[in-house]
């Protein structure tokens, strides 16, 4: 059955828990994890920075994750029309529903620039298996790099190819095909990386590494960086943008929606640390620079992948299983608009997902052009937060760290003052102590700890 696809009028359920994990671990586990993860923690000072998003995953992106699921699950529709649904059956304000919109906007934003990356995964691909990463030095892979991030035209290119990608799965609507690969691929991914660490424990600075990750120097935590470990925790975990509750609209009643959100949350959260595990050795060795930005993971694997036996090979199937978790991600970023033209617009899904997937690739464009021939321009430079921003990171930062950490704090909002308790309790179906711990942190300890984080970086 199609799931993501499946008609509003006859919404199958999923057949199990698996399958809803397997398509939310699809939407997670992308180039968040990958690419994202190890170059803000490299930015960031390293082992206070990751305690920092350690916490928020599990004291804010858990919580949420539940509530989004929970929506989705009690709503039984696409994100707008589950907020419409509740507010209507609970008698609350028609304004609610917006928050489903802000997280459809978030969606197509993020999705422009995650394809431009997603391209680099594709670029990759070939120049690993046209073995042209075999022993070349730092110096060396760093070129290739470059020489990729100038040139406007090769960019434009595996940009399309990766939206081109999306738009076809979406267009279809999602398979249980898809799903089957999710269950194969996933873990070879995470085989591979395992492979890396393996090549960075014997070749690189290993407990230079774990001591970077896991030693908290708290002096080189700055109040930015505690915004941007809260908003990396709810793009990494795909919250604040209404996925997981479109998702949590096909999940059977009965299962448990606390296991299934932790289950997901821990995936993650290992994949993530795994890249952090496989990066850092290998920047440490090589006198490279943690702090080295969006670069950074097509830097060091490429280096670690020239110089281990049989590179080229786990370097080309390296870069084809990223493309595959930024491919489940990415259709994930396209659904949730294509789905609201189609019941809102009463457009087909064809010319919905030509729409929305041409506007996001045509928007993606600027952000290839702020690498390299607009490099220099800062659309919001006057702003001390802003400076030096270019268009694509001002897009990575007002996306994650502010419309997603204000939709996960209007969920929680919506869930913990708003919705009914016994409604609550029927969905969640949890221990009374569980559920008083989820209740409380939704209600309190989510929204207060969002304003902070807010307030604190504004002022
Ligand atoms: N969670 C994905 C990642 O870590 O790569 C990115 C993402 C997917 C964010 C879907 C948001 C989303 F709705
Ligand atoms: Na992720």
């Known amino acids: 059955e199609g799931v993501m696809g499946a008609s509003t009028k006859n919404r199958g359920h999923w057949s199990s828990r698996l399958a809803f994990i397997l398509a939310a671990t699809g939407s997670a586990v992308g180039l968040g994890n990958i690419w994202k993860f190890p170059y803000i923690t490299g930015e960031n000072g390293g082992g206070a920075f990751v305690l920092v998003y350690l916490v928020c995953i599990a004291a804010i992106g858990i919580p949420i994750m539940m509530a989004e699921v929970m929506i989705g699950r009690r709503g039984e529709h696409s994100p707008v029309n589950s907020l419409r649904q509740i507010t209507r059956l609970d008698g609350l304000s028609r304004a609610w529903p917006i928050v489903g919109a802000v997280g459809v906007l978030a969606a197509f934003l993020i999705l422009s620039f995650y394809s431009v990356i997603g391209g680099w995964a594709v670029s990759y691909v070939g120049t690993a298996a046209t073995g042209q990463l075999a022993g070349k030095d730092a110096d060396a892979i760093g070129a290739i790099f470059s020489g990729l991030v100038g040139d406007p035209g090769t960019l434009l290119l595996w940009h399309t190819v990766f939206m081109a990608l999306v738009m076809v799965v979406v267009a279809r609507g999602v398979s249980a095909g898809l799903e089957k690969a999710v269950s194969?691929?996933?873990?070879?991914?995470?085989?591979l990386l395992l492979v890396v660490v393996g090549y960075a424990m014997t070749s690189g600075h290993f407990s230079d590494a774990v001591a970077f990750l896991f030693e908290p120097d708290f002096s080189k935590l700055t109040t930015k960086g505690v915004l941007i470990a809260l908003g990396h925790a709810f793009f990494t975990l795909s919250l604040g943008m209404a996925v997981m509750m479109a998702?949590?609209?096909?999940?059977p009643k009965g299962v448990s929606i606390a296991r299934t959100s932790i289950?997901?949350?821990?995936?993650?959260?290992?994949v993530a640390l795994l890249a952090g595990l496989a990066i850092f050795?290998?920047?440490f060795a090589n006198g490279l620079e943690p702090g080295a930005g969006p670069g950074l993971i097509f830097q060091t694997l490429p280096f670690a992948f020239g110089q281990m036996p049989m590179g080229s090979f786990f370097g080309t199937l390296f870069f084809i299983l990223l493309i595959f978790a930024a491919w489940t991600s990415g259709i994930s970023l396209?659904?949730?608009?294509?789905?609201?033209l189609e019941e809102q617009k009463g457009m087909n899904r064809i010319v919905s997902t030509l729409g929305a997937g041409i506007a996001c690739w045509a928007l993606g464009i600027?952000?290839?052009l702020s690498l390299n021939l607009w490099s220099d321009i800062h659309p919001l430079g006057m702003f001390a937060m802003f400076e030096g921003k270019t268009i694509f990171d001002l897009l990575d930062f007002l996306t994650a760290n502010i419309l997603l950490p204000l939709g996960g704090l209007l969920v929680a909002v919506f869930t913990g003052w708003f919705m009914s308790r016994q409604a609550l309790e029927n969905e969640l179906n949890l221990p009374a102590a569980g559920f008083n711990l989820?209740?409380?942190?939704?209600?309190?300890?989510t929204p207060v700890?969002?304003?902070?984080?807010f307030i604190y970086n504004l002022v």
């Open 263 to 270: 289950t997901v949350s821990i995936i993650d959260t290992v």
């Open 184 to 191: 194969i691929l996933m873990p070879a991914l995470f085989v």
């Open 281 to 283: 050795p290998i920047v």
């Open 438 to 445: 989820w209740y409380n942190t939704i209600r309190f300890l």
């Open 449 to 453: 700890a969002v304003a902070i984080v």
């Open 334 to 340: 396209l659904e949730p608009l294509v789905e609201w």
């Open 247 to 251: 998702y949590g609209s096909y999940l």
């Open 366 to 368: 600027a952000s290839i």
